[in-house]
């Protein structure tokens, strides 16, 4: 598995955030991925190696989540500050161009990095998100942030784990939620708890979902100039059929591959998903 560097950096309001670094070839150009609402760079630690042969992987961790500062001032947990604390790690590393895969959160984070920084973005990997993110997904994202645990050990959490998402992985075996589960939890004085700060969840109640999916069609719209890939789980709660169509109508030029019996979202580790990506990003 290719190493990675631990990188530091300092956002504008003081917090210390933290990404992987995986260097790649010299002078190799620069891949950008970001994580979901309550995840962390390790949702990228198989697919990021690969993507290391022929780029450089940036995995940065966003404000209260993994090894990056929590924030006293909750406000601040939105995706316009995410996507400004982004912009600060890029800067901060004198990277000027970037292709990008982003997950859930990270693909609307995606859509807001291209339009408010024209030219940033070369090609888009953009994953089980859409401008309009159905109710019943979010409801059922909602009901879970930040009422998870602690748990007494790693055998609860992952018994947990696979109960609450056993219909968006059905085919998992043991193995596999066991890895999950040390993806999104940690140990900590003597329990297992979720890797992020729980009070992320609080912004989510005050959000109307009619607004956001107006902004997010208009920043969509302009990843019409963006070759992208969208990958959607064939299970998904979260990205419709329709808000799939409606994406091809504002740009008719993004492919999409569908993912058999995975919900939302794919690990992108699934049969020939990791190939696609690569295939995508280095055409």
Avoid at 102 to 109: F, I, V, W
Wanted: charged share 20%.
């Amino acid at each position: 598995m290719s190493e990675f560097s631990d990188h530091f950096f300092q956002t504008q309001d003081g917090l210390r955030l933290y990404a992987r670094d995986y260097a790649g070839p010299d002078d190799a150009p620069v891949v950008l991925c970001l994580h979901g609402l309550t995840r962390n760079s390790r949702d990228f630690q198989e697919l990021a190696p690969v993507l290391s042969e022929h780029f450089r992987v940036l995995v940065p961790e966003q404000r209260g989540r993994g090894r990056s500062d929590y924030d006293d001032d909750v406000s601040r947990y939105a995706l316009l500050q995410y996507v400004e604390d982004v912009h600060g790690l890029l800067s901060d590393l004198s990277i000027e161009r970037v292709a990008i895969v982003g997950t859930s959160m990270g693909g609307l984070m995606t859509f807001a990095l291209n339009a408010l920084h024209p030219g940033l973005v070369t090609r888009a990997v953009i994953n089980d998100i859409g401008p309009e993110i159905a109710d019943v997904g979010l409801n059922r994202i909602k009901s879970y942030v930040g009422a998870v645990g602690p748990f007494a050990d790693w055998n609860e959490a992952t018994a947990y784990l696979k109960s609450a998402s056993v219909d968006i992985f059905p085919d998992w075996g043991d193995p596999q939620w066991a890895g999950f589960a040390r993806q999104c939890y940690i140990e900590h004085d003597g329990q297992v708890i979720v890797d992020y700060d729980p009070r992320i969840a609080e912004p989510l109640t005050a959000e109307s979902n009619d607004t956001e999916s107006e902004t997010l069609w208009s920043l969509f719209a302009a990843m019409a100039a963006v070759p992208s890939l969208l990958i959607r789980g064939e299970l998904t709660d979260l990205l419709t059929e329709s808000c799939v169509a409606k994406m091809r109508e504002v740009h008719p030029d993004m492919a999409v591959l569908p993912v058999p019996r995975v919900g939302h979202a794919p690990m992108l580790n699934e049969s020939g998903v990791t190939e696609a990506i690569h295939e995508f990003l280095t055409a």
